[in-house]
């Protein structure tokens, strides 16, 4: 089936530390990814999104290579703020077997100062 | 656009009662998704809309729950009766496939459902 891996939280950083979350997946096609972020108390945002392999998302200081290859998706960012403390969730739709989105189980990230 | 608008934001009710959650979604909208979000099972695809056609539900929990689209503006979750193990955050996202198949989906806010 389709499904989506992140890796387990939390994640604790300091300010200014390197960010990696991994994010692999599983689909029978060819999937557009995504990447979203949720702040406490508020729905799901839309953070970047790739469409085809090698296609690079980014936003905010975050990017996501779409390896296919690996089939990962990794979310990075190179100096995270105490701002980005938020759950970030990997997502992937299909272009066929209709218009549903694919949530992995989020990642829960603190930021310290 | 407000976006998308769901009520209330908070509900609190007694085991054995019935609970409607509300979602608008946005304007022009084909597509209308619930999901529920626990810490044990994280984000649940519920059920989806088409043009107001339920397209998927084997989200669905159980009988107790389910869901209409009366119109393109309007849905609603119904859980009757309620148990304590349905409390969650109850979301609802919509989305245009006519923007294209790479346009994200949209979430509310959430609905914060306890049943004590």
């Known amino acids: 089936g389709n499904s989506v891996t992140q890796m387990e939280g939390p994640v604790t950083l300091s300010e200014e530390a390197f960010l990696t979350i991994n994010c692999t997946y599983t689909a029978t096609g060819y999937p557009s990814l995504f990447w979203y972020v949720q702040y406490p108390g508020e729905g799901l945002q839309l953070l970047l999104k790739?469409?085809?392999?090698?296609d690079k998302g980014s936003n905010k200081g975050f990017e996501a290579t779409y390896r296919k290859e690996t089939t990962s998706f990794h979310l990075e960012k190179g100096s995270v703020q105490v701002s980005d403390s938020a759950v970030y969730f990997c997502?992937?739709?299909?272009?066929?077997?209709?218009?549903?989105?694919?949530f992995g189980a989020g990642t829960r990230l603190f930021v310290k100062a | 656009d407000a976006g998308v608008i769901q009520s209330p934001r908070h509900e609190v009710t007694e085991m054995g009662q019935e609970v409607t959650l509300r979602c608008k979604p946005i304007s022009g909208h084909d597509y209308l998704f619930w999901y529920r979000q626990t810490m044990m099972r994280g984000l649940e695809l519920l059920i989806y809309f088409n043009n107001n056609v339920p397209i998927d539900d084997s989200g669905m929990p159980e009988d107790r729950f389910s869901a209409k689209m009366p119109n393109a503006s309007f849905s609603t979750l119904k859980i009757q009766p309620s148990e304590p193990r349905d409390s969650a955050v109850y979301f609802c996202a919509s989305n245009s496939r006519g923007a294209g198949m790479n346009t994200e989906a949209f979430f509310g806010q959430g609905t914060r459902l306890t049943v004590v």
């Open positions: 790739a469409t085809k392999a090698d």
């Open positions: 997502a992937l739709r299909l272009l066929t077997g209709g218009f549903k989105t694919i």
